[in-house]
């Protein structure tokens, strides 16, 4: 990233240098850009696919050992159902820091906070997501309550996880399900019983019911 931004700051000096009065904001300027280029606030990381016409990824890693044949598939359901591209990132090794001893599991939001410390470097390319898979056993959380879970991401947010302790046909729908809410989507609440966006609940029998299918609803609430 660094020759890249050292180019565009010459870019600007270059355009600049004929102005007396603007060449005393240069410092400004440049200072803003290199702010714009390690951030990605959303309005900021709009600016820069504007200027840059970045391409849409979602950079896909493993956490502990994951067969290929996994990665794969999640790759191209993602691919095939979202439409950017996926690209494999290869493997990293789980937070001890998120290990729960007493339950044996890993505290998947842990898990997200260290993933938001990865930084492939791309910010002027791609605008890009990171989604984590993992065959250990993942919970969330609320105070002193604990409940495994399949997956965990936030509305919008550009991390997720999907593990694959519990489940062996539902993992497709599930990454479909936590790829969902990293593009702004909610639990389906337009009563759709084959969305995938609805609420598992803990239950893997709600997960069975949904279908590869986005109702319009939640589909009219997707952003990247």
Same mark, same amino acid.
């Given at each position: ?47 820069? !696919?504007? =200027?840059?016409?970045?391409? +849409? %990824? #979602?950079? @896909? &890693? ?59 470097? !791309?910010? =002027?390319?791609?605008?890009? +997501? %990171? #989604?984590? @898979? &993992? ?90």
């Amino acid at each position: 990233m660094f020759p890249i931004l050292f180019a565009l700051k010459l870019d600007i000096q270059r355009l600049l240098q004929n102005s007396i009065v603007i060449k005393h904001l240069l410092p400004l300027v440049l200072l803003f850009v290199t702010f714009l280029t390690s951030c990605k606030e959303p309005g900021l990381s709009g600016l820069l !696919d504007v =200027f840059y016409k970045r391409e +849409k %990824v #979602l950079y @896909l &890693t493993t956490m502990g050992p994951v067969s290929p044949e996994k990665v794969k598939d999640a790759a191209r359901v993602i691919e095939k159902f979202y439409g950017f591209r996926v690209k494999n990132i290869g493997g990293n090794k789980l937070p001890e820091e998120a290990y729960c001893s007493g339950r044996k599991r890993y505290v998947a939001l842990r898990v997200l906070d260290h993933l938001k410390g990865m930084d492939p470097g !791309d910010l =002027f390319h791609y605008n890009y +997501k %990171v #989604l984590a @898979l &993992t065959e250990k056993d993942i919970e969330t959380e609320d105070g002193n309550v604990h409940w495994g879970v399949m997956g965990l991401a936030f509305l919008g947010g550009d991390e997720g996880i999907v593990s694959g302790f519990r489940m062996k046909a539902r993992f497709r729908k599930v990454v479909l399900h936590e790829v969902g809410h990293m593009l702004g989507v909610d639990h389906c609440s337009f009563e759709v019983t084959a969305c995938f966006m609805n609420d598992a609940k803990g239950k893997g029998t709600i997960v069975d019911r949904t279908k590869f299918y986005l109702c319009d609803g939640c589909r009219d609430n997707m952003s990247f």
